[in-house]
């Protein structure tokens, strides 16, 4: 899907991407990945402990990604359109909007992701905290695969 991107783009081929899935589990991935492609979704909240642990910086403005769904198949590269760093506590309800998830509400936001980190801190042991770094990730889908579905 990469090489597809940079003929249809004419992007540098020395362009750096990353490949990742949403979420901790194959039925969320997928159900996220169809939200992405429905253009529901266009935004992602990483944690920056978790970033941290897994070695992996905070998405930078113009940062490409290959994404997958819950199998590993690759159905879109997105494009990080803006960043911004901000405690759990701090994230907004047009933010949580953005996420495009559940209700698009801030107290669902907050639930799903509180479970969400809870899950992937505690083997870093670490628990989510009101001040915990998050890094509100928006994105553009430049290169989506609409078939077969998720």
């Not at 992007?11 to 899935?21: G, K």
């Not at 001040?131 to 430049?142: G, K, L, Q, R, S």
């Amino acid at each position: 899907m990469w090489a597809d991107y940079l003929r249809s783009s004419g992007l540098d081929p020395a362009t750096r991407y990353a490949s990742w899935r949403f979420s901790d589990n194959a039925r969320d991935a997928n159900q996220l990945v169809r939200l992405v492609l429905a253009g529901k979704k266009r935004a992602t909240a990483p944690s920056v402990w978790e970033l941290e642990g897994r070695g992996e910086p905070v998405p930078r403005v113009g940062d490409h990604a290959v994404v997958t769904d819950g199998a590993g198949v690759a159905r879109c590269v997105v494009r990080t359109t803006r960043v911004t760093v901000v405690p759990f506590g701090e994230v907004s309800a047009e933010f949580a909007a953005t996420e495009g998830e559940g209700d698009g509400s801030l107290a669902h936001w907050r639930k799903v992701h509180r479970a969400y980190y809870t899950r992937v801190l505690r083997p870093l042991g670490r628990a989510p905290t009101p001040d915990m770094p998050i890094a509100c990730e928006e994105f553009e889908v430049v290169f989506p695969v609409l078939e077969p579905e998720v």
